[in-house]
């Protein structure tokens, strides 16, 4: 069914696969809308989430552009089925309570922030430009929820266990966001794409600084779950873009 | 054409509008590169530029959105910054460094000028801002935020 040029097929892929994990996590986000714990965070989180659609809009555009298949970002996140998302299953993870959204941001954002500060070096200009713009953002995203999640951590029993509770379940997911496949070796080496292996002495920094400071403990790297990025998803994605995608599927075309 | 977020400003005080051209084809194309990557005002400024041109009656116009180089607060003009201010927006800081982007530098009350001032949300009513208080005069105030 999704037939790619080939020769463009890991650009593609590449794009896919950015432009999924922000939109992802973008519609998690969404979901607080309203159900914040308080207005300001209500606020705080529907402007993340607007933030990260809006970096995957240009993304799945590019997609698109290469892909030449006259398909736009809207068929991209509209009409495709979960195996056809690329994105991490960190970001597809259930909103939980509060510590597990902040958890999956700023386990996410310390990944991001300095991944979209290095792919602004990227030698395709359109990465790159995306890249310059996203930085700005994932350096605020990381920021608040690290504030967050030393509030979180340093603040009363209750919240200190469910924040290392909400830790502890989402660390498995971790271990994906450092793969790279044989899709993104050849984009590396032309310097295309970034190799993750390099954000990890500056992951791991900010991860070990925030974590001290919020009294919480950094599990030990267990059995990492893995398989977004390829297509196997958890069951969490389908109910995603049930809700995601129903009006397009329902109206196909549908605008207002 | 005025911002539809911060009517005072106009989108080449704000640094939106890139350039104005004719295209190969004849087309005139105007060009604006978006603020943050999803403000949602980007789909209403690009519909008012159509509008305009229309009205202006340019047959063939057409807008054309380009990312780079990546827009920043220094792509305000001055005039922008203080009709900013006058407005009640503290304006961002004139060099978009490290510092003021985390917003530790002093933000000055528009309404008072005081430096004596706190930071209540990070993010505010709009992407691009952030809501701050001035113990000096007790008035909440939006600041631009600084990227
Ligand atoms: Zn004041």
């Not at chain 1, 606020?43 to 398909?71: F, H, M, S, T, V």
């Not at chain 1, 920021?143 to 502890?168: F, K, M, N």
């Not at chain 1, 032309?190 to 001290?212: F, H, I, K, M, S």
């Amino acid at each position: 069914m999704t037939t790619i040029i080939a020769a463009d097929a890991p650009l593609v892929q590449y794009a896919l696969r950015l432009a999924d994990n922000a939109l992802v996590l973008g519609h998690r986000l969404s979901e607080w809308c309203g159900h914040a714990p308080m207005l300001e965070e209500d606020i705080a989180l529907a402007n993340i989430a607007l933030d990260l659609i809006g970096q995957a809009r240009p993304l799945y555009a590019y997609a698109a552009e290469l892909e030449g298949e006259g398909r736009n970002e809207d068929k991209l996140a509209y009409l495709r089925d979960a195996s056809q998302y690329r994105n991490v299953l960190l970001v597809e993870q259930p909103n939980g309570d509060f510590a597990v959204t902040i958890v999956r941001q700023f386990l996410y954002a310390a990944f991001m922030a300095p991944f979209w500060r290095l792919l602004a070096g990227s030698r395709d200009a359109t990465f790159a430009a995306i890249a310059a713009k996203a930085e700005k953002e994932a350096a605020y995203h990381l920021r608040h929820s690290a504030e967050w999640l030393i509030r979180l951590g340093d603040g009363t029993p209750e919240s200190h266990a469910r924040a290392q509770a909400a830790l502890d379940e989402l660390w498995m997911y971790t271990g994906e966001l450092f793969e790279a496949d044989a899709i993104e070796r050849g984009l590396i080496e032309r310097g295309v794409a970034l190799d993750p292996q390099t954000l990890r002495p500056e992951w791991d920094e900010t991860v070990d600084r925030v974590l001290g400071e919020a009294t919480l403990k950094r599990p030990p790297d267990g059995w990492m779950q893995t398989g977004g990025r390829t297509g196997r998803h958890s069951e969490h994605l389908g109910f995603i873009l049930a809700d995601m995608q129903f009006l397009q599927r329902a109206y196909p075309g549908a605008t207002w | 054409m005025v911002d539809p977020e911060v009517p005072v400003l106009t989108i080449e005080d704000l640094g939106v509008l890139r350039g104005v051209g004719v295209a190969e084809d004849g087309a005139v194309e105007v060009a604006i590169t978006p603020t943050y990557s999803g403000c949602p005002a980007m789909n209403v400024i690009a519909l008012e530029v159509e509008l305009a041109l229309e009205r202006a009656g340019i047959a063939k116009g057409r807008v054309r959105t380009v990312l780079s180089p990546a827009w920043t607060t220094d792509w305000m003009s001055d005039e922008g910054r203080r009709k900013l201010k006058e407005y009640g927006i503290a304006p961002p800081a004139p060099k978009a460094t490290r510092r003021a982007l985390f917003g530790l530098e002093a933000i000055a009350c528009p309404r008072c000028g005081s430096e004596d001032t706190e930071k209540i949300t990070e993010f505010g009513s709009t992407a691009c801002k952030a809501l701050w208080r001035c113990r000096s005069c007790r008035e909440p105030f939006d600041h631009f935020k600084c990227i």
